[in-house]
């Protein structure tokens, strides 16, 4: 029996490759879109849930680097917070359940999210202006949601240890919580537009024009 498929990737061979499957999934996406009705803003929030699924399995080899946290941002951004925070939940419970590991953990995955997911909805009138995303601002809020994310989680070991341990625990991880933040910059330049442009069309929360438009009517 012919063995064709044991090849063995080099690290950058398969982050482009993880890459390039992670594109075909956006692709996919714009195609499915296309043919929901406006408005279908639960059926958005399942392919978002897929979307984000997929990305943080393809990029789990990467240290704390996933499209996850501006996926849940424009989440809340166009979908307002209770979605945005019920994608965290979904998202986290279950890579975590299936692949990655679960634990105490997944709790302050989901509030660290949740709060990215909020964030993003309490800021969408400087983030969204007249419906065109504003993406160096959502950049921006990407890169600090990386350090505040996994801060939060990291505050997790408070559940074993002594709070004096956090600091340098904090400390200790600087690195990986550049890692997730330098990273979120480059889905933030890569993904954010198509994926906005999407839920635009899906918004639950009326946008200042149309507001605008109902109180000159």
Not at 150 to 160: A, F
Not at 190 to 208: E, F, K, Q, V, Y
Request: glycine share 8%; aromatic share 10%; with cysteine.
């Amino acid at each position: 029996m012919y063995d064709f498929h044991n090849i063995a990737l080099a690290p950058a061979e398969s982050l482009l490759l993880n890459a390039a499957i992670l594109s075909v999934i956006v692709f996919a996406l714009l195609k499915a879109e296309r043919r929901l009705d406006e408005g279908s803003g639960w059926i958005m929030l399942a392919l978002l849930a897929v979307f984000a699924f997929a990305g943080r399995i393809l990029f789990e080899p990467l240290p704390n680097i996933q499209p996850v946290t501006l996926i849940v941002l424009l989440a809340g951004i166009y979908l307002g917070s209770p979605r945005a925070f019920a994608l965290a939940g979904v998202v986290a419970l279950s890579t975590n359940v299936l692949v990655l590991g679960h634990g105490p953990w997944t709790l302050f995955q989901v509030i660290g999210w949740g709060a990215v997911g909020c964030s993003g909805a309490l800021l969408a009138d400087r983030l969204l202006i007249e419906g065109e995303l504003q993406l160096n601002r959502v950049a921006a809020l990407a890169f600090v949601s990386g350090f505040a994310f996994n801060w939060i989680v990291s505050s997790s070991i408070l559940l074993k240890t002594d709070p004096a341990m956090l600091a340098p625990y904090l400390l200790n991880g600087l690195l990986y919580d550049l890692y997730h933040a330098v990273g979120n910059l480059v889905f933030a330049a890569w993904m954010a537009t198509p994926i906005g442009d999407i839920l635009l069309r899906h918004s639950i929360a009326p946008t200042s024009e149309t507001v605008s438009e109902i109180v000159t009517n």
